[in-house]
């Protein structure tokens, strides 16, 4: 698989972007030295800038492809469907793709093979008794939803 990288600066770290041919792949916290700086134009670039800005941006409009088992792409289907700025946890998406609570783990799982950090956003992904875990840290998962909460506030308050 011939894959391309590209570096994009948030202002919660460093995102390394994979892409096969023009689609997404994987999105990460990390840093690439020698990767170029996603380019303007770009539809996921200009997706991070409006997530960033604090808008919130359809994540249909960027570019990608994604491969999972079918449970792992019906977790990420789900995730999806949080809505901005919300929460939910590992035993709702349970219950929602199963009908039982007992399947939280193997969500869990799904939740952590998510390529797509943000842009499929396994951040907003909750343990029934805290945050629980988060593949590139806590606080950066802490900081991602405060950041959407504070969007939602500043929406309100200038909207």
Known sequence: MNL???????????????????????????SLQGAKTLEDGNKL???LDEYFSGNRPDPAIAPIALRGTDFQNKVWEAMLRIPY??????????????????????????????????????????????????AWGV????????HERNSIGSQRTTG
Do not use: M
Not at 139 to 146: G, Q, S, V
């Open 139 to 146: 606080e950066i998962k802490k900081k991602l939803l405060e």
């Open 4 to 30: 391309s990288y590209r570096n994009y600066a948030s202002p919660f770290g460093n995102l390394v972007i994979s892409f096969k041919e023009e689609n997404c792949v994987r999105i990460e916290f990390a």
């Open 85 to 134: 700025g919300e929460t939910t946890t590992y035993s709702d998406i349970s219950l929602e793709l199963t009908g039982k609570t007992h399947s939280a783990r193997a969500v869990g799982q799904g939740v952590g093979a998510n390529p797509l950090a943000i842009l499929i956003p396994c951040h907003r992904v909750l343990a029934r008794n805290g945050p629980g875990g988060y």
């Open 45 to 47: 670039k200009n997706w």
